[in-house]
């Protein structure tokens, strides 16, 4: 489940009210849905009309390898769409997502250092290139190909995807290419850098596989880069500064400037007098709450757990500090305000994970072209139901079956190619925390969990999962370290 399958997560796109943290597209979430579902197409849409693709206009290498437009388009959508499912996927995530309705360019990503979304994505999908090419350069220098087993597997992925888009907002395959990928794209080009995606996961799998790391080096590797593999759990809101009336300042930068940092010294200070109140946790939910009872309504609206890497850049080296004890509480210049900030704990990755086979079913999602508001609305919630029908049916049958491994695996087969709903599946190990949803999380991470188990879960951001336990990982720690 890597970033290829990313196009086929549902994303629903949400205002984006402040960047809060630092979501890299190397984070590998879990369970995506194997069939893709029409995505927000206006990462490309916007992207096309930047300096940077005229730049590109003719044909790049990187690292040796030659690419066209079409295929740099083709790995900038994927970062795109792996960046909106991975922030999704997290449970309260969603405000980190850029705006539908106004162009990347238009927004920000870090204002700090003057990012737009834009831009961050363009430097995403470059890394990405150079990263990649040198994998596919060495595979086809050594004369690697795919297996027959993975070129099963891209066949199907892309019969899957076919049979996905053309019934519902597209009338063609070529169509819905040209949709996401910009004019020009075809199902031969898309076909070619879907195969050297796979020929990059393959060789890059069969070579991390032939390597042996003793404990001692992968001990010494996480010590080296403890504070930004560890993972931390923590609260914060954002104190705003307020908006300044620009038209009161036509002409006069100065002027203007010195109203925002006046601007910005009165949040400094209500976060201040804030952050001096807090002696408890439930203090930090409760004034948190005060400063705006919507926003903050829920209780675990303010809590984060992310690995020291993906911190914000403003409280990150604040948290990650030794010596930082739970109830610490402090706070944070960014351009738009101030943060406060409660640490509650760092978690140095010492558990062990776990291993489990899944199904996911999940609604197909509607066009957001043609038709009334409520002609959607309706065609939504006939697919939310044939979703979960569908889940129910296969539930039975597995369970009638025995519930075993072998039984969901045949259940899986059975559902090959349906096209009404979405259907995932597969196997994953080592799960570690916050990779799944939390409803699936609890009942993997349960400590009476034994193999055999098997259950059915609901997640509304997903849809129905059917988890089978196959037992213990590895130290999560361990997992880390050899992936550094």
Request: proline share 2%; charged share 30%; glycine share 6%.
């Given at each position: 489940?890597?970033?290829?399958?990313?196009?086929?997560?549902?994303?629903?796109?949400?205002?984006?009210?402040?960047?809060?943290?630092?979501?890299?597209?190397?984070?590998?979430?879990?369970?995506?849905?194997?069939?893709?579902?029409?995505?927000?197409?206006?990462?490309?849409?916007?992207?096309?009309?930047?300096?940077?693709?005229?730049?590109?206009?003719?044909?790049?290498?990187?690292?040796?390898?030659?690419?066209?437009?079409?295929?740099?388009?083709?790995?900038?959508?994927?970062?795109?769409?792996?960046?909106?499912?991975?922030?999704?996927?997290?449970?309260?995530?969603?405000?980190?997502?850029?705006?539908?309705?106004?162009?990347?360019?238009?927004?920000?990503?870090?204002?700090?250092?003057?990012?737009?979304?834009?831009?961050?994505?363009?430097?995403?999908?470059?890394?990405?290139?150079?990263?990649?090419?040198?994998?596919?350069?060495?595979?086809?220098?050594?004369?690697?190909?795919?297996?027959?087993?993975?070129?099963?597997?891209?066949?199907k992925e892309l019969q899957d995807l076919i049979n996905a888009v053309t019934?519902?907002?597209?009338?063609?395959?070529?169509?819905?290419?040209?949709?996401?990928?910009?004019?020009?794209?075809?199902?031969?080009?898309?076909?070619?850098?879907?195969?050297?995606?796979?020929?990059?996961?393959?060789?890059?799998?069969?070579?991390?596989?032939?390597?042996?790391?003793?404990?001692?080096?992968?001990?010494?590797?996480?010590?080296?880069?403890?504070?930004?593999?560890?993972?931390?759990?923590?609260?914060?809101?954002?104190?705003?500064?307020?908006?300044?009336?620009?038209?009161?300042?036509?002409?006069?930068?100065?002027?203007?400037?010195?109203?925002?940092?006046?601007?910005?010294?009165?949040?400094?200070?209500?976060?201040?007098?804030?952050?001096?109140?807090?002696?408890?946790?439930?203090?930090?939910?409760?004034?948190?709450?005060?400063?705006?009872?919507?926003?903050?309504?829920?209780?675990?609206?303010?809590?984060?757990?992310?690995?020291?890497?993906?911190?914000?850049?403003?409280?990150?080296?604040?948290?990650?500090?030794?010596?930082?004890?739970?109830?610490?509480?402090?706070?944070?210049?960014?351009?738009?305000?101030?943060?406060?900030?409660?640490?509650?704990?760092?978690?140095?990755?010492?558990?062990?994970?776990?291993?489990?086979?899944?199904?996911?079913?999940?609604?197909?999602?509607?066009?957001?072209?043609?038709?009334?508001?409520?002609?959607?609305?309706?065609?939504?919630?006939?697919?939310?139901?044939?979703?979960?029908?569908?889940?129910?049916?296969?539930?039975?049958?597995?369970?009638?079956?025995?519930?075993?491994?072998?039984?969901?695996?045949?259940?899986?087969?059975?559902?090959?190619?349906?096209?009404?709903?979405?259907?995932?599946?597969?196997?994953?190990?080592?799960?570690?925390?916050?990779?799944?949803?939390?409803?699936?999380?609890?009942?993997?991470?349960?400590?009476?969990?034994?193999?055999?188990?098997?259950?059915?879960?609901?997640?509304?951001?997903?849809?129905?999962?059917?988890?089978?336990?196959?037992?213990?990982?590895?130290?999560?720690?361990?997992?880390?370290?050899?992936?550094?």
């Amino acid at each position: 489940m890597n970033d290829r399958m990313s196009a086929k997560k549902r994303v629903k796109a949400k205002k984006k009210e402040t960047r809060q943290e630092d979501i890299q597209d190397k984070s590998v979430i879990a369970m995506r849905v194997t069939v893709v579902i029409v995505v927000v197409l206006l990462a490309l849409a916007y992207f096309l009309n930047s300096p940077f693709i005229v730049r590109m206009a003719t044909a790049v290498e990187v690292e040796g390898v030659k690419y066209t437009v079409l295929d740099y388009n083709y790995v900038f959508q994927n970062c795109y769409n792996t960046y909106y499912s991975t922030v999704q996927s997290v449970q309260g995530s969603s405000a980190l997502l850029p705006e539908a309705s106004r162009p990347l360019k238009a927004q920000y990503y870090d204002e700090e250092i003057g990012m737009t979304w834009s831009d961050y994505f363009q430097q995403m999908a470059v890394n990405k290139m150079k990263e990649e090419s040198r994998i596919y350069k060495k595979a086809m220098e050594e004369g690697f190909t795919l297996s027959e087993e993975a070129r099963e597997k891209m066949e199907k992925e892309l019969q899957d995807l076919i049979n996905a888009v053309t019934p519902y907002a597209y009338k063609t395959f070529g169509q819905y290419l040209r949709a996401v990928y910009g004019a020009g794209m075809t199902e031969k080009i898309f076909r070619k850098n879907l195969e050297r995606s796979y020929i990059i996961d393959e060789y890059k799998k069969a070579y991390e596989n032939s390597l042996v790391y003793p404990q001692a080096e992968l001990d010494a590797y996480y010590d080296e880069n403890q504070d930004m593999l560890d993972y931390y759990r923590y609260r914060y809101f954002l104190v705003r500064a307020e908006d300044v009336d620009e038209n009161e300042y036509v002409g006069d930068t100065e002027g203007l400037e010195k109203a925002k940092e006046e601007k910005l010294e009165e949040a400094r200070i209500k976060a201040e007098a804030y952050a001096a109140r807090i002696q408890s946790e439930e203090d930090f939910i409760n004034i948190a709450r005060e400063y705006d009872s919507e926003q903050y309504a829920n209780d675990d609206s303010t809590l984060r757990f992310y690995k020291g890497e993906l911190l914000g850049s403003a409280y990150g080296p604040w948290l990650r500090e030794a010596g930082r004890q739970y109830g610490d509480v402090g706070t944070a210049k960014i351009v738009s305000g101030y943060y406060v900030v409660f640490f509650i704990e760092r978690n140095d990755n010492r558990y062990v994970t776990h291993n489990i086979r899944y199904m996911v079913f999940s609604p197909n999602t509607v066009s957001n072209t043609g038709g009334t508001a409520e002609e959607l609305a309706e065609q939504q919630e006939t697919n939310r139901k044939e979703a979960e029908q569908a889940a129910n049916d296969a539930y039975s049958a597995w369970t009638a079956a025995g519930g075993t491994e072998e039984a969901l695996i045949q259940q899986a087969e059975l559902y090959e190619g349906v096209t009404n709903v979405t259907v995932g599946s597969g196997v994953l190990e080592n799960v570690h925390l916050t990779q799944l949803p939390e409803v699936c999380e609890k009942w993997i991470f349960d400590p009476s969990r034994k193999p055999g188990d098997y259950t059915k879960l609901y997640d509304p951001e997903v849809g129905h999962y059917l988890l089978y336990y196959k037992g213990q990982g590895r130290i999560y720690r361990d997992v880390l370290a050899e992936e550094g």
